[in-house]
Each structure stands twice: as structure tokens, then as C-alpha cells.
């Protein structure tokens, strides 16, 4: 019983266990002299409560082990349930981002900097960048090496038409570039094939200087 308890970590109850064994045996002992049989099953009695004792520690040691595991399996469940929902939201939210980018937008020459002298601010300048993004998406795909170049047309080559235009005629940039839009969205609609890689290319030979590095 002393091992078993010792196994088990009940270091306070060993303790109790020998002093209670040590007093039984010795008023067992007190009592062999008269009668032996009935100080063994006092003995006997005695090791048998204890164990019972035991197997009720053992058993409530057993349930708190057990009831920990549940909480921790609950906690864990708790954890991954909120992961999958913030995994749900982020992807209803690029869900959003995408149906409104393939939905019909609303612009105003205005909007692409139409009579603002050097063809408008910095905030035009990325509106008409997103109109071309918009295009792109609307348009079938591009080659590989256009799709590689894209990013790098559309930093350089609203500033080149820009550089093209005289001086005189740069507030008008806006009005231009929504004509050129809708010019190539039409022969899109109508079944040209390759509208957008075509003029991206014809663009590049005429507006914009070779990039200093292709590889």
C-alpha cells in the first residue's frame, strides 16, 4: 500500500498510512496474547479501509485528471472555432472586395483629372490606374510577359502621355483617357480579340523607352 501510495504522489497520506498501520499493529500486538486470530483481522481491517481510501483518492485523482483534459479539449475547441470564424469573415469581406470590383463603377471626367493643369493631382493619377486595373479584370488575360510588365506599364505610362501632350492641352487629360477607355471597352464587347494586349503593346513602342532591365 506504501508503494502505491508513494506512486501516486500522496506524500501527507503515506504518512498517515504508517502512523495508523505502526498504532493498529501495536495494539494488535497488545492483543495477540489473549486471542491472535482477532488481532490479524484487526489488522487486516485496517489495511482493508485504508485501501478503500485509497482506490476513493485514485478515483477522484482519475475524474479532476479527466475533467482538465475536457476543459483544456473545450478551450482548444473555443480557440479554433474563433479562428475559423475570423477565417469566415476575412474571406466574406474579399468575397465583398471582389463583387464590387467586377460590379459597375461610376466615374466623372472629373474624377481622372479633367481640367486641372499637368493633368491633375496624385489622386487622379491613381484613379486612372485603377480604371486600367478595372479594364484588365474586364478584358481577357493578358500573356505572360505583359501580365509580368503590367505593374511597371502602369507606373510609366500615364506620366509619357502626359510628357506627349503639349502644355496647352493637358487639362483635358481626363476626357481623353475616359475616351480611350471606353474605345477599347467597346471593341472588347464587340468580339475584338486581344484589344488590351494589343494597345498595351503599341502604347510601349510609342510612349515609353525600354525598361533598363527585363529578366
Do not use: Y
Not at 478584358?139 to 505593374?151: K, M, Q, T, V
Amino acid at each position: 500500500m506504501s508503494d502505491q501510495l508513494r506512486r501516486i504522489g500522496h506524500d501527507r497520506l503515506l504518512v498517515a498510512v504508517d502512523a495508523a498501520t505502526h498504532a493498529e499493529r501495536r495494539r494488535a500486538r497488545g492483543r495477540e496474547q489473549t486471542n491472535p486470530a482477532i488481532a490479524m483481522a484487526l489488522i487486516q481491517n485496517q489495511e482493508l479501509n485504508l485501501t478503500r481510501v485509497l482506490d476513493g483518492r485514485s478515483l477522484m485523482t482519475r475524474i479532476d485528471e479527466e475533467a482538465k483534459r475536457r476543459r483544456l479539449s473545450l478551450a482548444e475547441l473555443r480557440k479554433q472555432q474563433e479562428k475559423l470564424d475570423q477565417q469566415q469573415v476575412a474571406l466574406q469581406q474579399a468575397s465583398t472586395v471582389v463583387e464590387c470590383f467586377n460590379a459597375l463603377k461610376s466615374f466623372d471626367a472629373g474624377d481622372f483629372g479633367q481640367g486641372h493643369r499637368q493633368g491633375g493631382t496624385r489622386e487622379h493619377k491613381r484613379t486612372r490606374q485603377h480604371v486600367l486595373d478595372r479594364l484588365r479584370a474586364k478584358s481577357p488575360p493578358l500573356p505572360a510577359d505583359l501580365a509580368n510588365d503590367w505593374e511597371w506599364f502602369k507606373k510609366n505610362w500615364d506620366d509619357a502621355r502626359l510628357r506627349c501632350m503639349r502644355a496647352s492641352r493637358r487639362d483635358s487629360w481626363g476626357s481623353q483617357f475616359r475616351d480611350m477607355v471606353m474605345d477599347l471597352m467597346a471593341r472588347t464587347r464587340s468580339g475584338e480579340p486581344d484589344v488590351l494586349a494589343k494597345w498595351i503593346v503599341q502604347e510601349c513602342r510609342q510612349r515609353l523607352a525600354m525598361p533598363a532591365l527585363r529578366i
